[in-house]
């Protein structure tokens, strides 16, 4: 899927429909715990960054979500908390909300923006 949006609402504009209530859900629960966090897309995901370092992404893909993780001790950490998912070095993937456990996504997130200085 080619993605051309600049802003995360742009990013809405253009992922499968069926993908968007899913994205809206996980994106504002992570905004949550990033106040003051920009939102931008790049390489095709929805990316939140605090002063210029990029905390956590998210990106829709055919029938699969990622979670782009900077950090992959963070990655291997929480994987076994986060539901029926799967991981590579620094991504996270599930194929529905159903599958992604919502409150140790954002125990992942609240860790993720404590490493930022």
């Known amino acids: 899927m080619n993605i051309a949006a600049e802003t995360i ?4 504009k253009q992922i499968p429909a069926e993908t968007v209530a899913t994205v809206k859900k996980v994106l504002a629960r992570m ?3 990033l106040p003051g966090a920009k939102g931008r897309v790049q ?3 929805a990316i939140y960054s605090i002063n210029g370092k990029d905390v956590v992404g998210l990106a829709a893909r055919s029938k699969l979500y990622s979670l782009y ?3 992959g001790e963070i990655v291997r950490k929480y994987v076994p ?3 029926k998912v ?5 991504c996270i993937r599930f194929r529905s909300l159903d599958d ?3 409150a140790e996504l954002e125990h992942m997130v609240k860790e993720l923006k404590s490493r930022i200085r």
């Open 100 to 102: 992604l456990n919502l």
């Open 9 to 12: 609402n742009d990013y809405l």
């Open 69 to 71: 993780v900077p950090h």
């Open 86 to 90: 799967t991981a590579g070095k620094g």
């Open 81 to 83: 908390r986060l539901g």
């Open 31 to 33: 905004k949550k715990h």
């Open 43 to 45: 390489w095709g995901i």
